[in-house]
């Protein structure tokens, strides 16, 4: 029971970063272009501009190792960061462990989650850009949420496309949004063309995260005032996300540690790349760091995909990209951390996975949520079930040091709290929630969908 | 936009109080004693001891100004303390009002609310006197979730009687609870007593918050290893609380400035006098402060109720109090805003309050839905509906300023999230939310139950 010094590390307001740290700076190995999905070729500026607005677009290709964060931005990071970070003291007393381990927690956003750090600059940059309106797709509404609460302040419209079992099932995320001013429509709609050819096959279809992309891309791509905006996956993207990480790494210093293990859930890669990529200078400078990103069985991108060219979305609007994919038709089982139900991957995390800098497992979701109610009763946060993912691999870290006798650093991104999850809770805890195997099967049949070049 | 330097006004972890203020070395009347409800004489400390440790029993009737907190409280309050405290530039900017806005938000704590910096002492003071286990009430849930994680802190078993129309109406508070590990019955329940007596008139009773104290108090009064635990209304529940007014007096002269008006939503009591009794000494030494405690007009227990002996309980097993009430009897209509909906209050507030040292107003649902939605778009944290009642003061009184021209400044108490009161907004947004105004005649037969001394 007893708190040390080092339980809770909190950074001052000048210590928010000023830059973002640009991992394409450092890249052993330089990104495949994203191309254009008609021609094949590869995407130019012109390509991505209907979509994002110029300072996006340039950020998405820099290769400066710095990236200065505007004034504005800042200031709104100043909501919530910068964000705490723990030592998870009775979590290591509970497994009888010699690790040390370490949480950042990203949770006392006014999102709930890590989104918040791209949806503002991505508001920003659109509102002084003219933009009017921005469109973009939810799943189990995280993202949805923290573009919503952007949007209303920088006075932009948010349109928000949300899977429409997830607007059936979960009318709190959609409620939420709906608080901040966000116009929330269940897909496939009618709005779109993408939505009503799949609503003339099957009017009563369930929607799926790549049908919802199309909806957001085509009605930006086909409105003047409109722009598109996504949740992960972009360079950009991964990019603000690293404040976590540059945060973290002086949190670290102020403890006077450093990890030997960096771990965070991996769904599009957001935030897995938010907490790892700053501390891949220390890999390149010789330090000796694993940066492991845990996945779902249910969607193992990482440690069952391939690295090739995809399409984002179902109806193939999207640039191609180099990435991780269970190919775009890939539908995930039902699991319950539906932020990590996407079938791609960002491109710089698959690039760094593929050439050895990044290592990855996937568990079972049953052992996942073990976790979860291990770590909710210990360190007394509600873990979000997607940021459960990394508790676990740190709690597995954490059993195998105990094996071995180790005494490894373990630190891992605590993304989000699970306050919108509770019926997965109730789930495991009476007993009923089933694991998700995947057969090679399944997976054999998706890649065939995979775009020849 | 532009944040300026009091825009988040943070403390450091050893401004963590080290003692809680004690009111009651401070009172100008003394409080009139509880009385035993069986024999109407002053309740002694024999009285209490089915219910309560020894150490709290103390604090109850302690004329000590400072109540040191013991160091493992102290360290379990560091998990989120000391709370932020925010001026609400933007709401401020969206009203036009010359009047400065200070918020404390106390939503950051793990159970989402200020209802931990008393659950955790209770439990710790339980524990080292030898209980096995906690019973309580809940209603919306706020506080079976405060105590159910403090029992998970000190290996105490948690049960809670939650009131059967929220406990089938809002599963994902029940859920919250049970992941701490805590046993949540749904009551009126067959297990006591008082519970089978209201069954057997009505097998489909709803409950009401009167009933599960009854249920609480007689389980907890009839084990020898059991205690119970109350959320607010009794001293020692206001004297934990004033952690929140003690740091925020500490920020506000980190931010050099003062309040003219304190703010806080008032139920049974507890955030209001957290939040406003530290500033009572400075009221005795002369200075100008108005403390204001904000009601529902459907629960009005300041602004229209009596000031007498009454129970807390339906079943009148507690002793009976001398404070402002409604009537045991007085069931409220179904606001949103749960925790505002009983009959009594606080008898320290109340002694206050009769003696004019606190003011009171009372305000409708929807007009504090209106600025619980305003006050999300503008300052980004979704509020409670309770904490809302706080908000909706504050906005009247910075409106009030801007008829008058004067620069006041507010300082309101934000208790807690509104992650679990998302139907309320739907509600509130799809213009369904009704007022529920309250009858003379109703209040009139109410006050008709209060007992005979």
């Known amino acids: 029971m007893r708190l040390s010094e080092d339980y809770k590390i909190l950074l001052e307001e000048k210590d928010i970063p000023t830059s973002w740290y640009n991992i394409q700076a450092d890249l052993p190995n330089p990104l495949s272009p994203p191309l254009n999905p008609a021609t094949k070729k590869p ?27 505007p004034e504005k931005v800042r200031e709104l990071y100043r909501l919530w960061r910068p964000s705490p970070m723990y030592r998870a003291y009775n979590l290591e007393k509970e497994l009888d462990t010699p690790a040390k381990i370490y949480y950042k927690y990203e949770g006392t956003s006014p999102a709930g989650s890590h989104k918040l750090n791209t949806s503002l600059p ?13 469109t973009t797709e939810t799943g189990a509404g995280q993202w949805g949420t923290a573009l919503s609460i952007a949007c209303s302040f920088f006075d932009l419209e948010c349109e928000v496309y949300m899977v429409r079992v997830s607007y059936d099932q979960k009318p709190y995320r959609r409620i939420f949004m709906e608080t901040y001013g966000a116009n929330v429509i269940p897909s496939p709609s009618s709005q779109t063309k993408s939505g009503r050819e799949i609503l003339e096959k099957d009017p009563s279809s369930p929607g799926t ?16 005032d409109t722009h598109y905006s996504l949740g992960s996956v972009l360079n950009h993207v991964m990019l603000h996300q690293t404040v976590i990480g540059l945060e973290a790494k002086k949190q670290m210093e102020k403890a006077d540690a450093f990890p030997d293990v960096v771990i965070g859930c991996c769904g599009g890669g957001s935030n897995f790349s938010g907490i790892a990529f700053p501390f891949f200078t220390d890999i390149l400078n010789g330090k000796k760091i694993e940066l492991r990103a845990i996945e779902p069985t249910a969607c193992p991108t990482l440690t069952r995909g391939k690295f090739a060219y995809d399409f984002g979305d179902t109806a193939k609007l999207t640039p191609m990209l180099k990435m991780y994919t269970l190919g775009h038709d890939f539908v995930p089982p ?62 597995e870290e ?13 630190l891992f991104n605590l993304s989000g709290h699970g306050h919108f999850d509770l019926s997965a809770y109730d789930n495991y805890l009476s007993g009923q929630l089933k694991d998700a195997p995947l057969s090679d099967e399944l997976l054999e049949k998706s890649w065939s969908t995979l775009p020849e070049l």
């Open 43 to 69: 995407a130019g500026p012109e390509d991505l501009a209907p979509l994002f607005p110029m300072d996006l677009i340039i950020q998405e290709v820099s290769t400066d190792r710095w990236i200065e964060i």
């Open 334 to 395: 039902g699991i319950h951390a539906g932020g990590l139900r996407y079938h791609g991957e960002s491109p710089l995390l698959s690039q760094l996975y593929h050439d050895g800098y990044i290592t990855a497992r996937a568990y079972n979701q049953r052992d996942v949520f073990s976790s979860a109610v291990l770590f909710a009763r210990t360190e007394a946060i509600l873990p979000a079930p997607e940021s459960a993912h990394a508790i676990h691999g740190a709690v």
């Open 122 to 134: 991505q508001a920003y940059y659109n509102k002084i850009s003219g933009t009017k309106r921005l």
């Open 398 to 410: 954490a059993l195998a040091c105990k094996e071995s006798g180790e005494s490894k650093t373990i």
């Open 209 to 224: 995260l790549g049908i919802a992309i199309s909806e957001a891309v085509e009605i930006a791509a086909s409105r003047s």
